[in-house]
């Protein structure tokens, strides 16, 4: 139910340049969501931090919290889109409970949540 298959993560560039290239961003202080409304790539989501953020161990958390995020209300989202979730300085040092605010908070804004 609350599981994140890899099927659903994009994995490679290529994946990751076709959002990036036909989505629309919305923004907040922790995050930036790329959406790109499409049947192709239903209900996918792919998760990046960038190297400004920090070290390998840095970006990793950033993305684990992310993750998590996404896993927890994933269900509640619209699945006839795809995203990509980037991380900004502000999930460097912040909880999950500050992490998934924004996240929601984002998807409000972009009408992902009904």
């Known amino acids: 139910m609350f ?3 890899k099927s ?9 340049n076709a959002v990036h290239n036909r989505g629309r961003a919305f923004t907040n202080h922790a ?12 209900g996918k989501v792919g998760f990046a931090a960038g190297k400004k953020l920090g070290g390998a161990v840095v970006r990793n958390r950033v993305k684990r919290l992310m993750r998590e995020a996404y896993r927890l209300n994933k269900n509640f989202l619209r699945r006839n889109c795809g995203m990509i979730l980037v ?3 502000f999930l460097v040092t912040a909880k999950f409970k500050d992490a998934e605010k924004a996240f929601l ?5 972009a009408k992902l949540l009904p």
């Not at 659903?8 to 990751?16: C, S, T, V």
């Not at 995050?31 to 239903?42: K, S, T």
């Open 8 to 16: 659903e993560i994009y994995r490679g560039k290529k994946d990751f």
């Open 87 to 89: 991380g900004r300085k």
């Open 105 to 109: 908070d984002l998807c409000r804004k």
């Open 31 to 42: 995050l930036i969501l790329l959406i790109v409304n499409d049947e192709r790539y239903n």
């Open 3 to 5: 599981k994140l298959r």
